[in-house]
């Protein structure tokens, strides 16, 4: 398996432009997030999907959308790219249970808007 | 606001010795985890604990859970060099959602 892949790697962006963050998993998972990583501020919840056509918004879901049509994919995107989004973004994906769900990271993606 | 919040900020100790961080909570939660994330990766899980639950063990890792102070602790016993990277704490609140939220986290080093 190759877990959660996300692309690109690295990105710049000048302020206005738009962009998608790809997001995909083979685990057959239901759960899937976006964070955002600032330095000194943790992982702050973008948006989050409970399953396929199923999202809701975390902390920070301002200029950001996301939709989820297939259980594989949920791609992130930034409607008009400000420096304040300027961050590192990661992908998770779990198999929720009452009992927990252990998340599983992608590499990241590192953003950066001028 | 973030839910958990890691204590100390920073850690440094000399390989051998023991690491304890702590986290702290708003509000009730189903169960606590904690990842680690070396530098520049992704998070990497490392043990859960039900809200149930008062202590867990894993290798040289061991947790423990205080719901009435709405904390938790995380040792790890002997460290390595190979232990230095930051440790984040991520609750799963018992209502709200399913919104797994984490702390700030804490940056640990581990000096050969």
């Known amino acids: 398996n190759a877990g959660v892949t996300q692309t690109p790697k690295f990105q710049v962006l000048k302020t206005g432009q738009s962009m998608t963050l790809q997001c995909a998993q083979d685990m057959n998972h239901e759960y899937m997030s976006w964070y955002r990583q600032d330095p000194g501020m943790g992982l702050r919840l973008i948006h989050y999907s409970v399953g396929a056509g199923i999202t809701d918004q975390g902390e920070v879901p301002n200029g950001y959308n996301v939709s989820r049509s297939t259980t594989e994919d949920f791609p992130l995107r930034l409607l008009s790219a400000a420096p304040s989004q300027t961050s590192v973004y990661f992908c998770a994906s779990s198999y929720r249970s009452t009992g927990g769900n252990e998340q599983y990271f992608g590499p990241g993606t590192r953003l950066t808007v001028t | 606001s973030q839910q958990g919040e890691e204590d100390p900020q920073a850690l440094s100790i000399q390989e051998g010795e023991n690491a304890t961080m702590n986290c702290s909570y708003k509000?009730?939660?189903?169960?606590l985890q904690w990842y680690r994330q070396n530098s520049g990766r992704g998070l990497v899980h490392l043990i859960l604990i039900r809200s149930n639950e008062r202590e867990k063990h894993s290798g040289r890792l061991r947790v423990t859970l205080d719901t009435s102070k709405k904390s938790s602790s995380l040792l790890i016993t002997a460290s390595r060099a190979a232990d230095t990277a930051s440790y984040f704490c991520a609750t799963d609140a018992s209502t709200g959602g399913f919104k797994t939220i984490f702390g700030a986290g804490t940056r640990l080093f581990v000096k050969a």
């Open positions: 509000t009730s939660i189903n169960n």
